[in-house]
């Protein structure tokens, strides 16, 4: 079994009547690339802080390798952090910056000189070792703070989003280079964004947090596919959350009419009984378009608003009976000549695409997925 490397405790954080962390409890596999992942403000800056030692905790313990850590200073801790901010030196060379760690520990130059040059190898930068970091593209100076970060092979690496200052392009590229190298090193990575598709693309798993609590902890399969909330649902990709009431339950399946006066068929994760308040959600992206409705009660009638290229798909909005809107995604080039503003189709979907939430959105439709703070969260 897997041991863990880090573990929070009943981790709580102040600042005045300010509370930024919750109760957090979790932990963090050996060798697990580790997403902390939530709106600006949420505590997942604070959270990793406190992992590194830059904050202490209210209440609670941090736990490193089995050992209480809350008290103890960064440089004392076997973590270390990179920044947005590289931080490199512009007058040493990329090596330079490289063995600064061991070098400035007094570690014997035999010890870590074979370090220096793995790890180089390992950025894909030994044939920039004598550049200096002026002399490099940004994403060979995040590669450069990477090696300097994990030659001292700590027990893991916290990165608070290392690739906001990156361009689109690079930063994409950079997800994949980011999972080679934690692959590679083998290295426990924990890595704070505020971008789904970064968190979806390399973690492990992913603790989607919201106003200081941690709302899910899964793989990237299960926060998609089956969120523990409707933040979780809003917040993850673009998401339909229609509201409405559970009618019937039928083995793993409940039947819930909708506010807005359809009825459907939903899987169930969560036990949900006859007249509890539910939203069953739907992924634009698992819906099809059609002229006719499916007679299992998974489709639901509305009408086409408008229809947008964005390349490889196109972006269908309709409107149900109730005015609420929904957002379907499909294939670019598909034959769909009845897809015109005002025409009336048909959303259906397959077994297992529609899944069933607690409680009612603020705002019944299509979540938005641009935005930092998403209303989707459950009405009291």
């Known amino acids: 079994m897997t041991a863990d490397v880090i573990a929070l405790d009943g981790v709580r954080k102040t600042f005045g009547d300010f509370v930024a962390v919750q109760g957090a409890n979790f932990s963090i596999r050996e060798g697990e690339f580790f997403a902390m992942l939530g709106p600006s403000g949420c505590g997942k800056t604070t959270t990793l802080k406190m992992i590194a030692g830059f904050e202490q905790p209210t209440s609670g313990s941090v736990l490193l390798n089995g050992n209480d850590v809350s008290r103890v200073a960064p440089y004392k801790r076997n973590v270390n ?47 920039f070792a004598h550049r200096k970091p002026t002399q490099l593209s940004g994403g060979q100076q995040q590669r450069v703070a990477l090696a300097r970060a994990l030659v001292n092979y700590p027990s893991a690496l916290l990165l608070d989003e290392p690739l906001a200052a990156l361009d ?81 339950r039928d083995g793993d399946d409940v039947v819930v009419d909708l506010i807005g006066g359809a009825t459907v068929r939903a899987t169930d994760g969560s036990g949900h009984q006859v007249g509890d308040d539910v939203s069953v959600m739907l992924r634009p992206e698992r819906l099809v378009v059609a002229t006719e409705s499916n007679a299992d009660g998974r489709s639901i009638a509305s009408t086409v608003i408008d229809v947008v ?48 939430l607690t409680g009612h959105p603020a705002h019944a439709g299509a979540t938005s997925d641009d935005i930092d703070t998403l209303e989707a969260q459950a009405q009291n």
């Open 81 to 127: 952090t990179v920044f947005q901010n590289y931080a490199l030196f512009p007058h040493m060379t990329v090596a330079d910056n490289v063995r600064y760690g061991p070098k400035s520990r007094r570690v014997a130059k035999s010890e870590y000189e074979p370090h220096v040059n793995e790890m180089l190898e390992v950025v894909r930068l030994a044939d």
């Open 168 to 248: 689109l392009k690079l930063r994409e590229a950079m997800q994949f280079e980011l999972k080679r190298i934690q692959r590679e090193v083998g290295i426990t990575f924990v890595f704070v964004t505020h971008d789904q598709g970064e968190a979806l693309t390399m973690s492990d798993r992913i603790a989607v947090m919201s106003e200081g609590v941690v709302e899910q902890i899964g793989t990237p399969e299960e926060i998609y596919n089956r969120p523990a909330s409707l933040f979780v649902a809003g917040f993850i990709g673009s998401a339909n959350l229609l509201p409405g009431t559970v009618t019937q």
């Open 309 to 356: 290229f964005q390349g490889a798909s196109a972006r269908l909005r309709v409107a149900l009976a109730d005015g609420s809107e929904v957002i379907a995604t499909v294939a670019a080039g598909t034959d769909l000549p009845f897809l015109l503003p005002g025409n009336d189709v048909h959303l259906g979907w397959t077994p297992g695409a529609a899944y069933v």
